[in-house]
């Protein structure tokens, strides 16, 4: 199917978005692709317990997740919605305490 499991670019995102049948394990840029959100957005969901790796992988070990979990999420409304506050709560807070940091470097 792919020769690289990347889908960095547009032409990987588009060859897995039109894909007749998924690959059962996908990895994180494919799940971001799927359900539509960034790359780096993967481990802030998996940390808050919404996405599930298979196995139990090592904290720095690639993560790989259940192409049919990932879709069912990726059609439930209430659970996009959920991951999107989830995703957004992360971000204000990690902002909120790098200005905080900058201000008392500042000091």
Known sequence: MFRTKAT???EGAIALLNC???PAR???????VLLGVQEHD????VAAKMLIPLGKPASNAPKYFASVEV???SESPSWLSDATKTLAKHW???NFRKDQRDVMQTR
């Open 71 to 73: 879709v069912a999420r």
């Open 42 to 45: 993967i481990a802030p969901l």
């Open 92 to 94: 204000r807070a990690k």
């Open 26 to 32: 996908l990895n994180t840029s494919e799940t971001a």
């Open 20 to 22: 007749r049948r998924l």
């Open 8 to 10: 960095s670019s547009l």
